[in-house]
């Protein structure tokens, strides 16, 4: 599986934007996918994840009521809808996807993702 994240830009705060994840191979669905992201001069942090089937996912407590994370596994993408931005969610995101069976907090660990997307910029302006 490849991936390939999509729809970051400039926005302002209080916008939305939808961010996606598309994947190419086969067996999609057999992998849990999480979206990452990185503000300058800052480490990558975990922001949500969404198991295979999509039943159960996980987001970060700072974004958990204005990020939902979805899939379609049918079309083989991720989403991030992202709301109420604030200029603090400006970052580089990442999806990344992982096959290995694991529980948070170790979901929110980028060393179990072993297939990452190029990045896609967010910026938020005030």
């Known amino acids: 599986v490849q991936l390939q994240a999509s729809g970051g830009g400039s926005v302002q705060a209080g916008d939305s934007l939808r961010l996606s994840c598309r994947a190419s191979?086969?067996?999609?669905?057999?992998?849990?996918v999480a979206w990452f992201r990185q503000a300058p001069g800052k480490e990558r942090e975990f922001a949500a994840v969404?198991?295979?089937?999509?039943?159960?996912?996980y987001s970060e407590d700072s974004i958990k009521d204005r990020f939902t994370i979805s899939r379609d596994n049918a079309k083989k993408e991720v989403y991030l809808q992202m709301t109420s931005l604030k200029p603090e969610d400006t970052a580089v995101y990442f999806c990344?996807?992982?096959?290995?069976?694991?529980?948070?907090?170790?979901?929110?660990?980028?060393?179990?993702?072993?297939?990452w997307g190029q990045g896609t910029l967010v910026t938020v302006s005030s």
């Open positions: 990344a996807a992982r096959d290995t069976i694991v529980t948070m907090p170790a979901e929110s660990y980028a060393s179990w993702y072993r297939i």
């Open positions: 191979g086969p067996s999609f669905s057999r992998y849990a």
């Open positions: 969404i198991h295979r089937t999509g039943a159960i996912t």
